[in-house]
């Protein structure tokens, strides 16, 4: 152990030779989040991180976009993620700095406020709270402002989806209203960039019109050094995709016939698989794994995608979060989850599942205003956690639950049959999310076990 000041004089008047470093060297051991079991090593060579920074560069000069010294990256990732870390690298190497969050996500735009960056990068989680509190302040302004500002968002977004750029699509209204929304986020914001999960279509594309940047959904893995695929700004038929592949990378989709799932149908659906420089060089003392996801130089990704028309990639599904239920059927938990979250009653919701159960049961997080407010409607008394515990608040969640499943043409078997209220929610402190917000299944099960008993014998 040195000071700091001892630490400063050990190499003073001492001549060293710089290492000589080859592309092939391991620049890093990245850890995965461990959504799946336990987290894995990823060795990352120098040669990886160069190209993934090569590929986000050519990127960034297609959108026109130069970052310099007075340029600030803002980011709310953990500081551990291959994201965040490629990112950061990537900015250092533009010249611009760094910003760090308060590691309060209450004070979020705070952060932003105070900081005033350039390029923000964050995870979905972090932007539809952006999102719910610029909705928010939006339906408290009073009649008059709320109905202008909708005028104006329709006005902007039929331009946008008509081909004009952001920023040619209503420039009077970006002056007058969405100016506002840009000032609060600081003032200089030109890139928003989401990873790590799906940012849901309705934020993706409300973000788009006003906050007068770029905002644009990318997808990698800590295996592939972060960014694959980034979205092309300026074109809304790409809002819900990942974009594109970056020019460093060679892309195909691999059949999953147990799935339903065809490589070669018109609409082509598979596996992704990735093949590139940018690719890790194997895992730290896990050689076997190597063989699960290594196939003739293809690195097999887990994710289901499908092609669109115009070459973005859209992540539809999740190869391994598939169960079969006893009466043989398969179930695809993330995508049925993806589904039932557009339940406006609810805020977060965890699907479970098994082979020896013909039924599907649900851990949900409710929405507190919605069932305040149906609690004062029906006569339920008592505080959020009391009014979760009530029979007739899981009634009226499973119901709400029940017409999305309808309105989405969901099978018999998809439906959920019984649900349990946690009033807290679903968070990182009970290790059930990643520092990703990923949900570690395993953990979940874990957690809520006795839950899921007491649901499936009190359904039957």
């Known amino acids: 152990m040195y000071s700091w000041n001892e630490f400063l004089l050990l190499g003073k008047n001492k001549q060293f030779d710089i290492p000589i470093k080859k592309k092939t060297d391991i620049c890093t051991i990245m850890y995965t989040s461990g959504t799946t079991g336990d987290p894995k090593g990823v060795m990352i060579s120098n040669e990886s991180i160069l190209s993934i920074i090569s590929g986000v560069s050519h990127h960034l000069e297609s959108m026109n976009e130069e970052f310099s010294l007075s340029d600030v990256y803002l980011s709310y990732l953990p500081l551990a993620h291959i994201f965040d870390r490629v990112m950061e690298e990537l900015f250092i190497s533009k010249g611009a700095s760094i910003g760090f969050w308060q590691k309060d996500t209450k004070k979020l735009l705070d952060d932003i406020k105070e900081l005033k960056p350039t390029a923000f990068c964050a995870v979905p989680r972090v932007l539809d709270r952006i999102y719910s509190g610029l909705v928010e302040k939006i339906s408290s302004a009073g009649y008059l402002k709320h109905t202008l500002f909708n005028a104006a968002y329709s006005y902007k977004l039929h331009y946008m989806r008509k081909g004009y750029k952001h920023e040619d699509a209503a420039p009077v209204f970006d002056k007058l209203i969405f100016n506002k929304v840009k000032e609060g986020l600081g003032g200089n914001l030109r890139l928003i960039l989401s990873g790590a999960a799906p940012l849901s279509s309705s934020v993706e594309t409300f973000l788009r019109v006003v906050t007068c940047a770029h905002v644009l959904q990318g997808y990698g893995l800590t295996e592939t050094c972060a960014g694959s695929f980034v979205a092309r700004p300026n074109e809304l038929a790409m809002v819900g995709t990942v974009g594109p592949p970056l020019p460093i990378v060679d892309i195909c989709l691999e059949s999953v016939p147990e799935m339903g799932y065809d490589a070669l ?89 098994n082979s020896y159960e013909s039924f599907l049961v649900a851990v949900v997080n409710p929405n507190i205003e919605s069932l305040e407010c149906w609690a004062e409607d029906n006569q339920v008394s008592g505080d959020f956690n009391t009014i979760c515990d009530d029979p007739r608040a899981r009634k009226y969640i499973l119901e709400g639950l029940a017409n999305t499943g309808k309105e989405k043409k969901l099978k018999g078997f998809e439906f959920i049959k019984a649900v349990h209220l946690d009033p807290i929610p679903f968070d990182m402190e009970r290790d059930l999310l990643t520092p990703t917000y990923k949900k570690k299944r395993n953990q979940f099960f874990k957690y809520y076990q006795n839950v899921i008993e007491n649901m499936y014998k009190s359904t039957k």
Not at 276 to 296: A, H, N, P, Q, W
């Open 265 to 353: 149908s018109s609409t082509p659906r598979g596996e992704i698989c990735i093949r590139g420089k940018c690719l890790f060089s194997g895992y730290y003392k896990r050689e076997d794994l190597m063989k699960e996801v290594m196939v003739d130089d293809w690195f097999h990704t887990g994710d289901i995608g499908e092609w669109q028309p115009d070459g973005s990639m859209k992540i539809i599904d999740r190869k391994k979060n598939i169960f079969k239920l006893s009466q043989g059927e398969y179930i695809s938990v993330e995508n049925l989850e993806s589904i039932y979250s557009l339940t406006s009653t609810i805020d977060a919701i965890w699907i479970y599942g």
